[in-house]
């Protein structure tokens, strides 16, 4: 785990990545299950952040779990969805959301820069699109239980292809290596949200 600050926010734990006067950017320290996935969502289905169906399940079911109070601390943010940096993938719109995974570039600045993200290795995808480095354990994540587990950004990775437009998008192994070429539909459930909140 990074040297994150921690606090307590609708009732659970969450890591304090970022303070700017008012405000803080929180990420879920545990990963969250999503029971209503569907698999079937994400089949032949080219998705980008703007049409994941988890980005409107964590600006729904999620986002209103929260009470009247704690949702009013909640600000609207707008986010950048930019290209994969190493296959050029567009990432779709840019998008305004309450609540959203953070990105690439949020995971490099937030648990520390190796240089390989920016150096890139478009060749090879899932035997060299990953980063390996010396912050692999500051990006592993449990689950409330304490088991390791994979969990997802909202930067597009590898583009399957024509035939099959299945979308991965960039994700941490239970290693914490970053899998920049991504991780399919089926890793998808557990869910690290982040977002600004006022403090």
Do not use: C
């Not at 320290?29 to 996935?37: A, M, R, S």
């Amino acid at each position: 785990m990074a040297n994150h600050e921690t606090m307590t926010f609708g009732g659970q734990e969450w890591l304090v990545l970022e303070k700017q006067g008012d405000k803080a950017l929180l990420l879920l320290k545990h990963l969250i299950q999503q029971n209503d996935f569907k698999y079937s969502d994400y089949i032949y289905v080219e998705l980008r952040w703007e049409n994941n169906p988890l980005r409107a399940w964590l600006n729904d079911q999620y986002y209103n779990s929260f009470s009247a109070s704690d949702r009013e601390r909640i600000l609207l943010t707008e986010l950048e969805n930019a290209p994969s940096p190493w296959y050029g993938i567009d990432g779709g719109n840019d998008t305004k959301d309450h609540i959203f995974f953070i990105s690439l570039w949020d995971l490099v600045k937030y648990f520390g820069d190796s240089g390989q993200l920016a150096k890139g290795d478009s060749e090879g995808l899932t035997t060299k699109g990953k980063i390996k480095d010396q912050y692999d354990k500051a990006r592993i994540a449990t689950d409330e239980a304490g088991k390791k587990r994979e969990w997802m950004l909202r930067t597009i990775g590898w583009e399957v292809g024509s035939h099959l437009p299945i979308n991965y998008f960039v994700s941490i192994s239970k290693k914490g290596v970053v899998m920049v070429f991504g991780y399919g539909p089926a890793d998808f459930p557990q869910l690290r949200p982040a977002m600004w909140v006022k403090i």
